[in-house]
């Protein structure tokens, strides 16, 4: 069964860091880019960050970019996003999901079930 | 950054119904890269339609999408219970992909 899981969220205090892990199962992880998207409480979706299967390419929307960054182990089928410098309007759930880009750009086809990042003092 | 529109906000529909929802983009949308995905209360989103008129793997035929440029419509043809839920759409043709604001579509 392809299968996303994502874990590492939780409660820290704004300007305190996080890392973000997402596993990934049932399919050959190294051939697929990937993304982090996020929702926060009651709103809607909001793309992160992009990494290609490669590692080369990487993304980052404005208002993580400098704070956060994606990385990947292929060896390890993992996928992750260092959060520092956090913000209460970094609070939200975040999702990894699959990008199959081959033949060109692609929406997520699969998506983790998400973790919550709660940032509050 | 490419900004999408989603209208209306929330449609009011009875099951059996059609329903039309809208996602205007401020700039011309390259190649059709163009997304619907739907999300339950609780649940992460499920693709729907990509290419704007292409159904994922699995989507029933009831849904289709449809439009280019900057004008891309999500039609539902005969409503189904399990088909009320929020619907986003996604542009990913760009180094920064961008969701609308997402369309509720509720039991009237």
Do not use: H
Request: proline letters at 4%; hydrophobic letters at 30%.
């Amino acid at each position: 069964e392809v299968q996303l899981v994502e874990s590492g969220g939780g409660l820290v205090q704004p300007g305190g860091s996080l890392r973000l892990s997402c596993a990934a199962s049932g399919f050959t992880f190294s051939r697929y880019s990937m993304n982090w998207v996020r929702q926060a409480p009651g709103k809607g979706l909001q793309w992160v960050s992009y990494m290609s299967s490669s590692s080369k390419i990487i993304y980052y929307a404005d208002s993580v970019k400098g704070r956060f960054t994606i990385s990947r182990d292929n060896a390890k089928n993992s996928l992750y996003l260092q959060m520092n410098s956090l913000r209460v309007e970094d609070t939200a759930v975040y999702y990894c999901a699959r990008i199959d880009d081959w033949s060109g750009p692609s929406p997520g086809e699969v998506w983790g079930q998400g973790t919550t990042v709660t940032v509050s003092s | 950054e490419i900004v999408l529109t989603q209208s209306p906000g929330t449609l009011s529909l009875s099951p059996g119904e059609r329903g039309t929802l809208s996602c205007r983009a401020s700039q011309s949308i390259k190649n059709r890269y163009l997304a619907w995905y739907q999300q339950k209360p609780g649940q992460s989103p499920r693709l729907l339609i990509y290419g704007a008129s292409s159904r994922a793997t699995g989507v029933p035929d009831r849904f289709s999408g449809s439009g280019s440029g900057t004008d891309f419509t999500l039609t539902i043809s005969g409503l189904e219970p399990e088909d009320f839920a929020v619907y986003y759409c996604q542009q990913y043709g760009t180094s920064q992909d961008t969701f609308g604001q997402g369309t509720k579509v509720e039991i009237k």
